[in-house]
């Protein structure tokens, strides 16, 4: 008879095959057959769960000929064309809002406002640069694509993910959070809020966006550098091909 616990581990490991990528599918399936051999039912759960992973890490499929380079190069532009869609509209959501936080605070502190327009600022620099950095190879399967124009076509994405590119969104985005940050403690060392008061839940519901958002932008730093890297190991893959090391 199956027990709950095996009935739950059954079910993430089939969803885990259902939503692994093209690249990691086989994976999935392996791990799902060996949780068949498992015969302490935690046991079994706990596989269950470690295999989640494929889906926060999926594997891509790595080249082993040219003759491959078409139908990578497709894959890769619908990726690249779905960072900047996301990007864009989510750059765009943070414009708006942030222009409404202007707009309230359009007659307090003059830092206040010095700190959104830059906010606002480094969110156009980065919508810009997300354009500039759209991909240039086709999405169609009618249009082939050389081994070359893929190549460039990563190293250009590589160098949006790190170097000049990715310090430069950094360095535009970081004063206007700290200005903010600064200005609001100051707001809370100087002005007498009663407890509970309308004021002071504002504020601090400002300050927990500011410092959610200098979070966030902290951690985009190691995450942009993982792409990168993944960029980087794919023109590695390429490179080997046609050196004949592959």
């Known amino acids: 008879m199956t027990t709950p616990l095996r009935r739950w581990a059954m079910k993430i490991s089939c969803v885990v095959v259902r939503l692994a990528p093209e690249g990691a599918k086989d994976w999935a399936q392996a791990t799902a057959r060996e949780m068949e051999f498992i015969e302490s039912d935690w046991a079994a759960l706990r596989w269950a769960l470690g295999s989640v992973r494929i889906l926060l890490r999926p594997a891509e499929p790595r080249l082993v000929s040219l003759a491959e380079v078409p139908q990578a190069s497709l894959r890769f532009a619908k990726e690249i064309h779905k960072r900047t869609v996301t990007g864009v509209i989510t750059c765009a959501l943070e414009i708006v809002y942030f222009a409404s936080l202007l707009y309230r605070n359009r007659m307090r502190a003059p830092m206040r406002r010095m700190g959104f327009y830059l ?23 009618d249009s082939p694509v050389s081994p070359a124009a893929y190549r460039l076509e990563l190293e250009r994405q590589r160098d949006f993910h790190a170097g000049g590119w990715l310090w430069s969104r950094v360095i535009l985005l970081v004063p206007g959070p700290l200005l903010l940050l600064s200005n609001m403690g100051q707001a809370f060392s100087h002005t007498a809020y009663s407890p509970g008061s309308a004021a002071e839940t504002a504020l601090l519901d400002a300050l927990l966006i500011l410092v959610v958002f200098f979070a966030l932008l902290v951690l985009a730093i190691p995450l942009n550098k993982f792409v990168a890297r993944k960029y980087q190991r794919r023109i590695d893959d390429l490179d080997s091909i046609e050196t004949g090391k592959i």
């Open 119 to 141: 906010l606002i600022g480094g969110m156009l620099y980065m919508t810009l640069q997300l354009l500039a950095r759209r991909s240039g190879l086709p999405s169609r399967q």
